[in-house]
């Protein structure tokens, strides 16, 4: 698993961080990924849907000058950020549609049953 800081952006195509959220991932998300995160105030499958914009790796070595020491000594991963745009998707919440208005001109499918019509269905 790979340990990743997924980093929203706020809508309006502004380059400012929303908020972030760290996740444990089979494998590394490339640029034009779709993700839905999922959280336990909306149904299944609703919740907030982004397109992968960027992604940044943080890496860290104790070498100190430009010459790699003999034997030659390896670095590691400190941090992958994965920055992500706020897009209206198939599986957008109500509320994450309303905050993210803006980017409704992201051409991304439509879930064909909104979350408010599974909540009236569930009620029944």
């Known amino acids: 698993m790979i340990r990743v800081h997924v980093v929203v952006r706020e809508s309006g195509g502004r380059l400012k961080p929303d908020y972030s959220l760290e996740f444990d991932l089979p494998e590394l998300p490339k640029v034009g990924d779709y993700l839905s995160i999922q959280r336990p105030d909306h149904p299944r499958p609703f919740g907030e849907d982004l397109i992968v914009r960027q992604v940044w790796w943080r890496l860290i070595h104790s070498e100190t ?60």
């Open 65 to 124: 000058g430009p010459i790699a020491s003999d034997p030659p000594k390896a670095g590691s991963v400190n941090e992958i950020f994965v920055e992500c745009d706020a897009v209206v998707g198939p599986y957008s919440s109500d509320d994450w549609k309303r905050a993210n208005q803006v980017a409704e001109k992201m051409k991304v499918e439509r879930f064909s049953v909104g979350e408010s019509a599974l909540r009236e269905a569930s009620k029944k």
